[in-house]
């Protein structure tokens, strides 16, 4: 190292040290030394593992920053932040690694004061995540014992609390806490994470099984009746289950399974338990997350939407965009709209989205066509749900969507569901009048999953259906699809309909379309729905 890099080095306030291939120490600067109670010369050549208060993994290292607990020279608890960054060698392997620690001891100890809850005597989030990621860098025992985390939540303690004052409910809480920690072993670890959520972490457990003893034995508790100010109450609990596994999962993580677990337990039908099925990341049943994450998404900018062209089969012009709504989840990642729809519709929170939805894609539109000068014809298509076609206000809604946007009405298309439309058309036939006379015209989506027919939809200010891409994917290999296609295109055609075939995935549904003379379709094959620069890059050459 050069004069100034070791100046630079030493005169830093953190401790910075260096390690070779097997993390020992190969430079560190005073800072260091002083964290660790000793000398420089006593810190190098020796295993920065010596000083970690819990045994990790020799090998490389796979995060870069950790809270880490280490054990002084003098024995005294030292709290760091390390910042570890890894270095390999020309081969790619693990040659060692620089890391700086800040020391955070102060704080750590001041947040001790504060990890016991005053309510139950319970210890809080903090502590429970401190001894959760000790129990993940400790490696699996030789007797390949597993940790594992109940959380639990308790059914309906907002009841208690409204109904009999919060004194009865905290002495609720009270009771709780004592019976949980009457359900598990003396080295488990009961904590109360907030509100009515306690989380238990099970140590040196020898199978599964275990957890779910423990938990049905949590849930048969807390079904003994309990006396309080003269009520005698019954409160059941629902339970998520996690293991402690997985080599890249942090503290935080491992929480996250059990409460999404235990919010599948309560959607189930409550006072029972569940477990987290990482193959299963959003069941049905995860509905009332994704209900409450919801009501976030949209003040937050979670939601994008993409064009996926819908192209003349002949030659792959481009004869309409159709939007579609995406979700991408804090924690979850990108969750598909047939999750998250029908929740939206249930919960009426698709008024808010797909109004903003529709102004977002007629906002879109008529910037592409303010800067590109789209080609006459061309289309933006948006899906409108059932319960935005009731608004009493729809007209006026749409109206002024393309007064606030500019879009020129006849450049939007609605896609409404079989379904849905023929409920509507019936009911709200005036609606559809007014759609008309404004300019906008209506897409009968999904055609063929609703039982209806073609005759009745005639009778209908409608021009175009999409056939569902359930039959196209039939197409050549299931002759009952495949006639029913034909029919489909055969009726169109003569009621001067115009089909737009979804979700070809193959050259050869393509070919069987073109060949029953279906001239418009959608599709993988074609093209995926695009982000709206990509959207706007493909119109610049395919329009
Ligand atoms: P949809 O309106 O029938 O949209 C077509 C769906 O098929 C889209 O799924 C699209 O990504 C997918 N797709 C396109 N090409 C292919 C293909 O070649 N193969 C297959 N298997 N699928 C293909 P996505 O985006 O997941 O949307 C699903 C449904 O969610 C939509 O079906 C629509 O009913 C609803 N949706 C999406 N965005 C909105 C929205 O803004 N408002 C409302 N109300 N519903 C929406
Ligand atoms: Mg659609
Ligand atoms: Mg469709």
């Known amino acids: 190292m050069t004069d100034a890099y070791r100046q630079i080095v030493d005169s830093a306030t953190t401790g910075i040290a260096a390690l070779d291939a097997r ?41 870069d920053q950790y809270d880490w607990k280490l054990r002084r020279k003098d024995g005294a608890d030292l709290w760091v932040i390390a910042n570890i960054t890894p270095m390999n060698d020309e081969k790619g392997e693990y040659a060692g690694a620089v890391c700086v620690f800040t020391d955070i001891t102060e704080r750590k100890l001041a947040e001790r004061q504060l990890v016991h809850d005053a309510l139950t005597g319970l210890p809080t989030r903090p502590l429970l995540l401190d001894r959760l990621a000790n129990s993940l860098a400790r490696p699996r025992s030789s007797s ?45 670890f009961v904590a109360r994470s907030g509100g009515d959520e306690f989380v238990l972490l099970l140590e ?20 003994k009746p309990a ?22 999962k942090t503290p935080e993580d491992i929480l996250r399974d059990a409460d999404t677990a235990m919010y599948r337990a309560k959607a189930s039908g409550k006072a029972r338990l569940a477990w987290f099925d990482p193959h299963a990341p959003l069941q049905p049943v995860d509905r009332l997350r994704i209900e409450t994450d919801l009501r976030r998404a949209l003040d937050r900018g979670e939601f994008w939407v993409e064009y996926q062209p819908i192209m003349r089969l002949q030659d792959r012009s481009l004869f309409a965009y159709e939007a579609l709504l995406r979700w ?20 009426y929170q698709i008024l808010p989205i797909g109004w903003w939805v529709l102004e977002e894609a007629c906002r879109t539109f008529h910037d592409w066509d303010s800067r590109l000068e789209i080609p006459d014809g061309v289309a933006m298509h948006v899906n409108l749900s059932g319960l935005q076609f009731m608004e009493p206000d729809l007209i006026e809604r749409i109206e002024n969507i393309l007064e606030r946007t500019s879009l020129d009405p006849g450049r939007l298309k ?30 009968v989506d999904d055609f063929g999953t609703g039982h209806s027919s073609l005759s009745y939809l ?17 197409l050549g290999q299931d002759t009952g699809n495949t006639e029913i296609v034909r029919a489909v295109l055969n009726l169109s055609q003569r009621l001067h309909m115009q089909v737009i075939a979804e979700g070809i995935e193959t050259q050869e549904q393509s070919d069987i379309l073109s060949e029953m003379r279906c001239t418009l379709g959608q599709g993988y094959l074609l093209s995926q729905p695009l982000k709206a620069s990509d959207a706007e890059l493909l119109l610049t050459y395919i329009a």
Do not use: W
């Open 227 to 248: 006396v309080l100010n003269g009520h005698e109450l019954i409160v059941t609990a629902s339970i998520g289950i996690a293991l402690c596994a997985g080599q890249s």
């Open 414 to 443: 609605l896609e409404i569901t079989e379904t849905v439309f023929i409920e509507q058309a019936i009911s709200n036939r005036a609606s559809l009048a007014a759609l008309k006379d404004l300019g906008v015209r209506l897409v």
């Open 204 to 223: 040196e457990l020898k199978t599964p099984a275990e957890a779910e003893t423990v938990a049905v034995r949590v849930l048969q508790e807390m079904l």
């Open 328 to 347: 991408k989840h804090p924690q979850r990642g990108a969750v598909s709209p047939v999750e998250f729809i029908p929740v939206a519709e249930e919960t």
């Open 458 to 474: 005639s009778r209908f200010p409608v021009e175009m259906l999409k056939i569902a891409g359930s039959f196209v994917a039939g």
């Open 23 to 63: 993390n020992y120490i190969t430079i560190a600067n005073p800072q260091m030394a002083d964290m660790l109670g000793c000398t420089i010369a006593e810190l190098t050549g020796r295993s920065l593992a010596e000083f970690l208060d819990y045994p990790t993994p020799a090998v490389s290292i796979p995060r």
């Open 144 to 188: 390949g014992s597993i940790s594992a985390i109940l959380y639990l939540d308790l059914d309906r303690f907002k009841l208690v609390n409204d109904s009999l004052g919060h004194a009865v409910g905290d002495k609720l809480l009270v009771i709780v806490a004592r019976r949980l920690e009457l359900c598990v072993r003396p080295g488990d």
